[in-house]
């Protein structure tokens, strides 16, 4: 299983590792990496490989292959030169975009809270977000939303992780704000994410992603198209002001 460094240290740029799998044709996998897969709507990371020999790979994204997520694929351009298995390597995040999707997806956290339906999609991407809500009519009040959720942000919410274990998530359900997704149990733990401080959060969900550590970090927001994607369904999508 890879060390997931990310887990412990979002803000970790870079660590030295062993290769451990080769996939010809797609990339390679590794004993730890600080570099994200693609799951839970949240995009994987990119950046560089640098090999023992002095050359460096570009990693243009990270997924779990197979859906296996005790396995890391950093994925390269079709055609390039890979990494051997036990070949001992160090990776580098490009931060700066990851640190747009630390962003965004705290972000996302807090229009769930501005919006309290049922999540039933979402994807974060570096230059905007978008949730899906079991919501049968459209907001009214746009406006006001999103004043709320900046008011939110510039609050300047400690961002904390915590776990719990697979029992207490299950006697815990109202937590649970995906509809179609669900935490991953079976390890014996769930992560939670806190926004807030205190007895009372602003937010408590499990979650896997990656967050920045305050939502002063997130910046200012702006509410965007409101899209009807069934008769029940709203997507809200979300975009930074820059």
Not at 32 to 51: L, N, P
Not at 91 to 111: G, K, P
Not at 160 to 180: C, F, H, L, N
Request: with cysteine; charged share 25%.
């Amino acid at each position: 299983m890879v060390d997931c460094l990310y887990r412990d240290d979002a803000y970790a740029t870079e660590c030295d590792a062993v290769v451990t799998a080769v996939v010809d044709g797609q990339g390679f996998e590794l004993d730890r990496t600080v570099f994200y897969a693609t799951s839970g709507g949240q995009a994987g990371d990119t950046g560089t490989c640098q090999r023992a020999d002095g050359t460096e790979v570009a990693i243009t994204g990270t997924i779990h292959p197979e859906r296996d997520r005790a396995r890391t694929l950093h994925q390269v351009a079709e055609g390039t030169a890979l990494p051997e298995v036990g070949e001992r390597v160090r990776v580098v995040l490009d931060f700066d975009r990851r640190l747009r999707l630390m962003r965004m997806h705290t972000a996302l956290h807090l229009l769930s809270v501005v919006f309290p339906f049922g999540v039933t999609g979402g994807t974060i991407t570096p230059d905007k977000g978008r949730l899906d809500f079991d919501m049968p009519d459209a907001p009214e009040d746009l406006e006001g939303a999103a004043a709320r959720l900046n008011d939110m942000i510039t609050a300047d919410h400690p961002v904390t992780d915590e776990w719990i274990s697979d029992g207490e998530m299950a006697a815990r359900p109202e937590m649970v704000k995906t509809m179609s997704v669900k935490p991953p149990t079976g390890q014996g733990r769930v992560r939670l994410v806190r926004i807030g401080a205190g007895d009372q959060p602003v937010d408590l969900q499990p979650c896997g992603g990656t967050h920045v550590r305050s939502t002063a970090e997130i910046g200012p927001v702006r509410i965007g198209k409101v899209e009807k994607k069934g008769r029940n369904n709203r997507r809200i999508n979300l975009h930074f002001v820059e």
